[in-house]
């Protein structure tokens, strides 16, 4: 199949399972960060479930590769608090923006066009930030069990057990 | 547990784990056709559209730009699967009647009032802030949060602990805590 084809099918899925959940909605992103609806966290926390013990196991098998996301500290960090803080105002990720456009709610659209800004700003800054922030520290392209230096299969199960947990507590407090 | 959530949705549980599986098997589709394991994200395509756009007005100098040369501007997998989000949403909303033309959000409105002008002005900032962060970070709730906890990627755990942190700490700050 053909690398567009491939992908506008998984995306259509990956957008109607979205919907289906209920989690594109700005309500329900707000909600979660207010701690008020953890709707997001459920469906979050069951597909990593689901894809952990999958996507690891054809990892060991050698039918896929892992591919982890680099941890440059600098770049995580401040990264991860303008994303926060931009995420509660806007009320949608990237991801979520497009579903929640294709769900009538319109107003998705300016944020969509503050993110489409957001990657100018940071293309225009990119040789700046590749001087400063990126270069203080990258501790590489690394897994928690590499870093802990402990097999996968012990995380895995702590990393379930820890999340179901957190779904009981969910539906014990009706959030 | 509800089996249903009140509006007809799916159970997110159940919603949440096919996603699940679909992201094993996109990633065992992606090493088979596209020659590489790909994980399921979204930001990158923003890039490649901001270069889309930009070079319809100024194609040098988005062609003598390092990070648009790095993460190539073209209609990739990624960028297709972001606009199948689009068309996914708008199947499931359209054919089980939640699809709703919403100009300004509920818990918006109670904080901000009506003003359409407002919340769009907003989103546009808010969007500003949390693509340059997710620019920054090389990922979003999808391919930091699903794809890197998914791998036990270490970035993974600390991106989406501080997305959801200080999300959390700057929506008690803007929508104010408390009132339900």
Redesign the interface.
């Known amino acids: 199949?053909n690398?567009?084809?491939?992908?506008?099918?998984?995306?259509?899925?990956?957008?109607?399972?979205?919907?289906?959940?209920?989690?594109?909605?700005?309500?329900k992103q707000?909600?979660?960060?207010?701690?008020?609806d953890m709707?997001?966290l459920?469906?979050?926390?069951?597909?990593?479930?689901?894809?952990?013990i999958?996507?690891?196991l054809?990892s060991d098998l050698g039918?896929?590769?892992?591919?982890?996301?680099?941890?440059?500290i600098g770049?995580?960090?401040?990264?991860?608090?303008?994303?926060?803080?931009?995420?509660?105002?806007?009320?949608?990720?990237?991801?979520t923006?497009?579903?929640?456009?294709?769900?009538?709610?319109?107003?998705?659209i300016?944020?969509?066009?503050?993110?489409?800004?957001?990657?100018?700003?940071?293309?225009?800054l990119?040789?700046y930030?590749?001087t400063t922030?990126l270069a203080w520290k990258d501790?590489g392209?690394?897994?928690?069990?590499a870093?802990l230096g402990v097999s996968?299969w012990l995380?895995?199960p702590v990393?379930c057990a820890l999340y179901i947990g957190l779904?009981a507590w969910f539906?014990r407090k009706n959030l | 547990m509800r089996r249903r959530p009140d509006d007809g949705g799916w159970n997110p549980y159940f919603a949440g784990a096919l996603v699940g599986l679909l992201a094993i098997a996109s990633a065992y589709a992606t090493t088979i056709w596209l020659g590489k394991t790909t994980y399921l994200g979204a930001s990158t395509t923003f890039v490649r559209a901001a270069g889309f756009i930009e070079r319809s007005i100024a194609p040098d100098h988005v062609a003598a730009n390092t990070y648009y040369t790095k993460e190539k501007v073209k209609v990739d997998w990624q960028f297709m699967l972001v606009l199948g989000i689009f068309l996914g949403a708008a199947v499931s909303s359209l054919t089980d009647r939640s699809f709703k033309m919403e100009r300004v959000p509920p818990t918006w409105e109670r904080r901000f009032g009506p003003s359409g002008a407002r919340r769009a002005a907003a989103a546009f900032l808010g969007g500003i802030v949390a693509m340059f962060g997710a620019r920054l970070a090389d990922g979003c709730p999808s391919g930091h949060g699903l794809s890197g906890l998914m791998q036990l990627s270490l970035s993974g755990f600390v991106a989406l602990a501080l997305f959801f942190g200080t999300g959390v700490l700057f929506a008690h700050l803007v929508y104010g805590g408390g009132e339900k």
């Open positions: 199949m690398e567009q084809y491939l992908g506008l099918l998984t995306g259509f899925l990956f957008g109607f399972l979205l919907q289906k959940g209920r989690v594109l909605r700005f309500d707000v909600g979660a960060m207010l701690l008020q709707t997001i459920k469906f979050m926390l069951s597909a990593i479930l689901v894809g952990m999958g996507i690891h054809l039918i896929l590769k892992l591919s982890h996301k680099p941890m440059n770049a995580v960090v401040l990264g991860g608090i303008l994303f926060g803080a931009g995420w509660a105002v806007m009320g949608f990720c990237p991801g923006s497009v579903g929640a456009l294709g769900e009538g709610r319109w107003h998705a300016f944020a969509i066009a503050g993110m489409l800004g957001g990657a100018v700003l940071y293309a225009e990119y040789p930030l590749t922030v501790y392209k690394i897994g928690l069990p870093a996968h995380i895995i990393a779904f539906e």
